[in-house]
């Protein structure tokens, strides 16, 4: 066995015996004869130990070089800028590379950009060589070398279309097809050069599951433009983290527009019955009761908004607030509904409460109320997700529950406790919420919501004209609140 063997056989690394005998002979020519083959092939090792990765997702920012493997996805267009102080355009090609634990976008700069349009192809396996950068859609390798290697295998599908469930951090040049769950409006925000940008969300789902999209410029208007219901496809979108949640992001490269394809989303919803303080659930069944929205005055003196509906399935329910843009959404008694990524926590009388923020997904199945529009699915997609809802809810044929009738659904509502119907006439020792706007400040405050008032004796400190909530127990016709907000 010759050095440079044993050398190789005590070397863990995924390269070739023939191209480890090629790269010590360059060492072995490079050093200028200072160097045999032994000590040079200790040298090629040592580097090619230091730089060979385990995987895509042993990668991150910081690591001098890295080698590995990888099976090419897709491959973007040559795009040309502008270099300070040189007469010569620069080119990159940002190709997607993945393997078994990852997928990576690589930047081919310049000389490498052409040569990777020419002679690269989707599902080629490559070794590549390369800088790791943080980039703007997560980690990214600026490429130094790549060689095609055909004997590797990299057990990755190349798909024209992702899925929802095949969605991975870092993906880009992400194709994928789904249902509009829920729609955001446009927001605008500083740029630290001074510009103006915007961004807007949407909610995805398909047969695998869903996923918000953020849009961003030139694409932020289209959340506006798209109803619920609507099938669109995502073009050229990539994948990042948001506080621990995969998300898929359109800048002006990308696209959304809108298909005829049918789509089929199911929500997979946790019984109301199993539901515990301080989760993020989904959760799905029919509307009970819905009050009207109400606005009130935060702390920095903005105006937010807030509505309130009882939502039930067959094993229990639970009063949802919806706040801020959710509270607009046209929604009644009789509608089915699925939300998503609703928080749950201590509400009214030690009961359990549904908080359905900016991160939730509110997504009308089937409108049975008179006029709500709610931007549910009126196509043929809503018969199969509410064939799934009911199948949730377990409605046996003949069962007289609101999740069947919209009619008891109806009654049921009129006999909720839900603090926003209270008697206007409470009795002594019963425990009240009442909504109202402050006509007095003094002591007691004095509410009134339009049709009736009520004293309340509290602590806090509140503004005339302002509208706030009051819970507590009634004392002689006054209401002695333990919670002003």
């Known amino acids: 066995m010759s050095d440079i063997e044993g050398v190789y056989e005590d070397l863990?690394?995924?390269v070739s015996l023939e191209k480890f005998r090629e790269a010590v002979e360059a060492k072995v020519e490079q050093m200028g004869g200072l160097a045999d083959e032994e000590t040079a092939a200790m040298l090629v090792a040592h580097e090619i130990g230091e730089s060979e990765v385990g995987g895509i997702a042993d990668i991150e920012p910081g690591m001098e070089d890295v080698k590995f493997i990888a099976k090419v996805t897709s491959i973007g267009e040559v795009r040309t800028f502008e270099r300070d102080g040189e007469d010569e355009d620069g080119r990159v090609v940002n190709v997607e590379v993945a393997d078994e634990t990852g997928s990576v976008r690589a930047a081919f700069w310049d000389q490498h950009a052409e040569a990777a349009i020419e002679e690269l192809e989707e599902g080629q396996v490559l070794r590549v060589k390369g800088r790791p950068k943080e980039g703007f859609s997560g980690v990214e390798i600026s490429v130094d070398d790549v060689q095609p290697d055909p004997d590797a295998e990299v057990d990755v599908q190349v798909a024209d279309t992702h899925t929802v469930e095949a969605l991975s951090l870092g993906l880009s040049n992400v194709n994928l097809v789904g249902l509009v769950l829920d729609t955001d409006s446009v927001r605008t925000f500083d740029r630290d050069d001074g510009s103006e940008g915007k961004v807007s969300n949407l909610v995805l789902g398909d047969s695998t599951g869903r996923v918000r999209v953020t849009l961003w410029d030139e694409q932020a208007d289209t959340a506006t433009a798209i109803d619920p219901g609507t099938t669109v496809e995502v073009i050229d979108g990539y994948v990042k983290d948001r506080?621990?949640?995969?998300?898929?992001?359109?800048g002006n490269r990308?696209?959304?527009?809108?298909v005829d394809e049918e789509v089929e989303?199911?929500?997979?919803?946790?019984?109301?019955?199993?539901?515990?303080?301080?989760q993020m659930v989904d959760i799905a069944g029919?509307?009970?009761?819905?009050?009207?929205k109400r606005t009130f005055d935060r702390d920095d003196g903005s105006e937010g908004q807030v509505r309130n509906i009882r939502v039930q399935d067959a094993t229990g329910d639970i009063r949802v607030a919806m706040w801020g843009e959710k509270a607009d959404i046209d929604i009644g008694p009789g509608d089915e509904v699925a939300l998503g990524d609703v928080e749950i926590q201590d509400g009214w009388q030690d009961d359990l409460e549904a908080s359905a923020g900016w991160q939730s997904t509110i997504t009308v199945l089937e409108s049975d109320s008179a006029g709500s529009g709610g931007g549910g699915n009126e196509s043929g997609d809503s018969s199969d997700a509410n064939a799934g809802l009911s199948a949730f809810a377990g409605g046996d044929d003949g069962d007289d529950d609101a999740a069947d009738d919209p009619e008891a659904a109806d009654t049921d509502a009129d006999d909720s406790s839900d603090a926003a119907t209270e008697s206007d006439d409470p009795t002594d020792g019963e425990e009240l919420e009442f909504t109202g706007v402050v006509v007095q400040a003094g002591d007691p405050v004095v509410l009134d919501d339009g049709e009736s008032t009520m004293s309340v004796s509290t602590d806090v400190d509140v503004g005339l004209g302002e509208e706030v909530t009051a819970r507590g127990v009634v004392r002689d016709g006054r209401l002695e609140a333990n919670d002003v907000f």
């Open 12 to 14: 863990e690394a995924d």
């Open 243 to 250: 506080d621990g949640t995969l998300e898929l992001h359109v």
């Open 254 to 258: 990308g696209a959304v527009e809108e």
């Open 265 to 278: 989303y199911v929500p997979e919803s946790t019984p109301i019955e199993d539901l515990e303080i301080d």
């Open 286 to 292: 029919v509307v009970r009761s819905a009050d009207p």
